[in-house]
């Protein structure tokens, strides 16, 4: 039935085991942009992307029997990507954490202006997301995006919870650098 | 006034407020310079929550395959399949090495292959034909093939 609303991972899996279609696309639904931003990002953008998507659901399915229902669907399936990620990123011989330039983690003061951003928002937050080192894009979406918690993201990439802050406290910073020096030069 | 706040405690200010202690608070509170700077941070906060969405190309029939393996015959398949293979190996035996390696068989041999042979046919066939119909019917039942 179209429109179905699956309480939990349990019910929507019991689902999907049963066949039901709108099951297995409700699933696809919840759990595609976190498993698509994962694969584009961490592997900048390669074009073997979409075989990798497909590969990452192919194994959630098979394993889908094997789902403990403690954890959640999106820190399950983000464990399969992840992996297959740094599979891929270790056969192609891509980095994920590159060294960031010191200037980006400077800091810089504020122009006296609250407003960063007056229009495109969206955009320009994405384009700097993507100057991002791979890794740190994952945290971004997995901690932004998609709400996980820190203990949440540490399943998925066996990261300390530490680590974790830090390298999102850096993310951040550098976002908001990366938008002052483009604000400054527009205002040019 | 004191220092100025750290980058970290003023995204916490917006991420995570509880962890900032009064201090920190009471600085944000009265400070221009750093009240300016978190909003910027809450901004980006807020900024990132709403990035656009990706969405995946599938290639569904594909991944239906293995959903329900478990309701596949595969066992009508796989005997025959086995049987079909340890006859083949007894008739590549035959064939490179004649009448010695027959008569490494037992006597009246020949009868129990051709039964054998046709035994592991039908259980193929039969196998393959209600996987074949099990794959069909489960793209049809989830509208991928009509
Ligand atoms: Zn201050």
């Given at each position: 039935?179209?429109?179905?609303?699956?309480?939990?991972?349990?019910?929507?899996?019991?689902?999907?085991?049963?066949?039901?279609?709108?099951?297995?696309?409700?699933?696809?639904?919840?759990?595609?942009?976190?498993?698509?931003?994962?694969?584009?990002?961490?592997?900048?953008?390669?074009?073997?992307?979409?075989?990798?998507?497909?590969?990452?659901?192919?194994?959630?399915?098979?394993?889908?029997?094997?789902?403990?229902?403690?954890?959640?669907?999106?820190?399950?399936?983000?464990?399969?990507?992840?992996?297959?990620?740094?599979?891929?990123?270790?056969?192609?011989?891509?980095?994920?954490?590159?060294?960031?330039?010191?200037?980006?983690?400077?800091?810089?003061?504020?122009?006296?202006?609250v407003a960063l951003f007056k229009s495109d928002l969206s955009a320009i937050l994405s384009e700097a997301v993507a100057?991002?080192?791979?890794?740190?894009?994952?945290?971004?979406?997995?901690?932004?995006?998609?709400?996980?918690?820190?203990?949440?993201?540490?399943?998925?990439?066996?990261?300390?919870?530490?680590?974790?802050?830090?390298?999102?406290?850096?993310?951040?910073?550098?976002?908001?650098?990366?938008?002052?020096?483009?604000?400054?030069?527009?205002?040019? | 006034?004191?220092?100025?706040?750290?980058?970290?405690?003023?995204?916490?200010?917006?991420?995570?407020?509880?962890?900032?202690?009064?201090?920190?608070?009471?600085?944000?509170?009265?400070?221009?310079?750093?009240?300016?700077?978190?909003?910027?941070?809450?901004?980006?906060?807020?900024?990132?929550?709403?990035?656009?969405?990706?969405?995946?190309?599938?290639?569904?029939?594909?991944?239906?395959?293995?959903?329900?393996?478990?309701?596949?015959?595969?066992?009508?398949?796989?005997?025959?399949?086995?049987?079909?293979?340890?006859?083949?190996?007894?008739?590549?035996?035959?064939?490179?090495?004649?009448?010695?390696?027959?008569?490494?068989?037992?006597?009246?041999?020949?009868?129990?292959?051709?039964?054998?042979?046709?035994?592991?046919?039908?259980?193929?066939?039969?196998?393959?034909?209600?996987?074949?119909?099990?794959?069909k019917r489960q793209l049809k039942k989830m509208g991928l093939l009509s």
């Amino acid at each position: 039935m179209k429109g179905t609303i699956y309480h939990t991972d349990r019910e929507l899996i019991a689902a999907i085991l049963n066949g039901e279609r709108h099951a297995f696309a409700a699933f696809v639904r919840l759990t595609e942009n976190l498993v698509v931003k994962m694969v584009f990002q961490m592997t900048g953008g390669s074009a073997d992307r979409q075989d990798l998507v497909q590969e990452i659901y192919l194994k959630a399915f098979r394993n889908l029997a094997s789902f403990r229902h403690g954890s959640k669907l999106s820190t399950w399936i983000g464990q399969i990507a992840y992996y297959d990620c740094l599979h891929y990123i270790k056969k192609k011989k891509l980095t994920y954490l590159e060294d960031i330039p010191e200037e980006s983690a400077m800091d810089v003061e504020p122009s006296g202006e609250v407003a960063l951003f007056k229009s495109d928002l969206s955009a320009i937050l994405s384009e700097a997301v993507a100057r991002l080192p791979p890794l740190y894009q994952t945290l971004v979406t997995l901690f932004h995006e998609e709400e996980l918690s820190y203990s949440e993201i540490g399943e998925i990439t066996h990261l300390p919870e530490g680590t974790i802050k830090n390298y999102l406290f850096r993310a951040r910073k550098i976002l908001r650098n990366d938008l002052l020096k483009k604000y400054d030069r527009e205002d040019l | 006034m004191n220092e100025h706040l750290g980058d970290n405690e003023l995204q916490q200010y917006t991420v995570e407020p509880r962890e900032l202690s009064q201090a920190a608070l009471t600085h944000i509170a009265i400070c221009e310079h750093c009240r300016v700077k978190a909003q910027q941070y809450a901004q980006i906060t807020a900024g990132l929550k709403h990035l656009p969405k990706m969405t995946a190309e599938l290639d569904l029939p594909i991944l239906v395959l293995p959903i329900k393996r478990e309701s596949f015959s595969l066992s009508g398949l796989a005997v025959g399949a086995l049987i079909f293979a340890g006859l083949l190996v007894i008739a590549a035996g035959i064939a490179a090495m004649g009448p010695d390696f027959r008569a490494l068989l037992s006597v009246g041999q020949g009868l129990r292959f051709y039964l054998l042979l046709a035994a592991a046919l039908i259980l193929l066939t039969a196998g393959s034909a209600s996987y074949y119909n099990e794959y069909k019917r489960q793209l049809k039942k989830m509208g991928l093939l009509s």
